[in-house]
């Protein structure tokens, strides 16, 4: 199957940042034709592609998501598009929640007319289990209800209804992709797995907020998969599918699972200011990944503890990356 990506053109938007990286040097590894979107900044940053062993056979591209004509430029003679970019700090959109609205639901917009305009084959969109708030119902399907518990996710969902009705209203070539909680190498420290590492690395003492939240966490070359099926299989159009591990983990069981790994015995401290709101914390996600299973014949090949292993390893060689006194939202 991922044969069929050798000489296509593909555009990912978000490619500097954390999965999208990963999946602009994979698709790099499989002899595309890469176009990377990056956010435009004054030091000429790509991000992770600065230091990608990969670079000088990528087309970077600077622009920013919530300018048309930037995405539009970017998008001239592609077959493919990944759209990634997104604000994704769950804290942070409660101090700047129109910021987000822009950014996730005006900038797939953008994404969606410009592929409209220019006859794009395939608009893989990314969502995340965020969408679905609290499980309801476990394991969680993509018939799930959707709530909105953070300025966040009410954004990512209406960037998901935008992609659904553009794809109902004009028949474009949609898939909307369900990441759960992707973790890996090169994550930020607003994450939950390198704060844990950082901090064990750091000393004994693991400053967290809400420790009996659950999450189904996956590691981040099993999402990679995922986004590369769904852009080859045609009956993916149309459909949202979960990518997701099917096994789920508190995050104090989380602390107490990493501490272990590392050999690091360890205290685990709740903090005020690391909490959500009450009625914000999503309390419980678990995936149900059956359709990726069976419409893309994805399961997730690297698990949760060899994908931790993984992940410690590269936070040790990158320690200078994360300040583990500060609490990054």
Not at 130 to 145: F, M, N, Q, S
Not at 292 to 304: E, N, R, T, Y
Request: aromatic share 6%.
């Amino acid at each position: 199957m991922m044969k069929d990506f050798v000489g296509k053109t593909v555009l990912i938007t978000g490619a500097g940042g954390f999965i999208g990286s990963h999946l602009t040097e994979r698709l790099t590894e499989l002899n595309a034709r890469v176009r990377a979107m990056v956010h435009y900044n004054a030091l000429g940053s790509a991000g992770w592609l600065d230091a990608s062993p990969w670079r000088d056979k990528i087309e970077v591209v600077a622009g920013d998501i919530r300018d048309r004509d930037s995405v539009k430029t970017a998008m001239q003679g592609v077959e493919v598009v990944f759209h990634l970019a997104a604000l994704i700090a769950i804290p942070y959109s409660y101090r700047a929640p129109d910021s987000y609205v822009r950014t996730n639901v005006g900038g797939t917009l953008n994404v969606l007319q410009s592929a409209r305009e220019l006859g794009v084959k395939r608009i893989v969109h990314t969502s995340t289990s965020e969408v679905y708030g609290t499980a309801r119902l476990v394991p969680i399907d993509e018939a799930h209800p959707l709530q909105g518990q953070s300025p966040y996710s009410a954004s990512k969902i209406g960037a998901d209804k935008m992609a659904e009705a553009f794809h109902l209203s004009f028949g474009l070539p949609v898939v909307t992709v369900r990441p759960f909680n992707t973790f890996g190498p090169r994550q930020s420290a607003r994450a939950v797995i390198p704060t844990i590492i950082a901090q064990c690395l750091n000393g004994r003492t693991v400053r967290l907020g809400s420790l009996h939240p659950t999450r189904d966490l996956n590691y981040v070359s099993n999402t990679v998969d995922g986004f590369l099926r769904a852009a080859l299989v045609p009956a993916a159009i149309g459909r949202t599918i979960n990518l997701g591990s099917g096994r789920e983990i508190s995050i104090g069981d989380l602390a107490a699972l990493i501490g272990r790994l590392m050999d690091s015995p360890i205290s685990v401290v709740s903090e005020d200011e690391r909490i959500r709101p009450e009625n914000s914390e999503v309390e419980r996600l678990l995936a149900d990944n059956a359709l990726a299973a069976s419409l893309l014949k994805w399961q997730p090949a690297i698990g949760l503890e060899e994908g931790l292993r993984r992940t410690i390893e590269w936070v040790k060689a990158n320690r200078e990356k994360y300040r583990p006194d500060t609490y990054t939202i």
